[in-house]
């Protein structure tokens, strides 16, 4: 088990910058792979950006250039610094961390979400 807390969201205006940081509860090398998730009104929850156990990271392609995921194992934690933030990044942004065990079974956890809004 392993449990995660978000922080950094709040409102900023197009064109900013916020830097989001999610803690997880133990040692997140016995993770997988770690991501940030968002999910704006009425939409799907959609994949932002995934960094491995490994370093390898992963943006979705409305973010690369300007979304950055890095993490620091020894501070259990992962980072998304977010520039040149346009309206549409307005959503809740969630943590995930995954477990992969046996064959082909995964755990999925989940933060409880950290408000972004970005205004014109």
């Known amino acids: 088990q392993v449990q995660l807390v978000e922080s950094g969201g709040g409102l900023v205006q197009a064109g900013g910058s916020l830097r989001l940081s999610c803690v997880a509860s133990?040692?997140?090398?016995?993770?997988?792979?770690m991501g940030w998730y968002r999910q704006a009104p009425g939409k799907q929850r959609e994949l932002v950006a995934v960094?491995?156990?490994?370093?390898?990271?992963n943006h979705a392609d409305s973010v690369k250039g300007r979304f950055t995921i890095s993490r620091d194992n020894a501070k259990n934690s992962i980072y998304l610094q977010m520039n040149s933030l346009k309206p549409e990044d307005t959503a809740v942004y969630y943590c995930?961390?995954?477990?992969?065990?046996?064959?082909?079974?995964?755990?999925?956890?989940w933060g409880q979400g950290t408000q972004v809004t970005v205004s014109v």
């Open positions: 133990r040692s997140i090398l016995w993770l997988n792979a």
């Open positions: 995930n961390a995954k477990r992969e065990y046996g064959v082909g079974g995964q755990l999925n956890y």
């Open positions: 960094i491995g156990s490994d370093g390898s990271t």
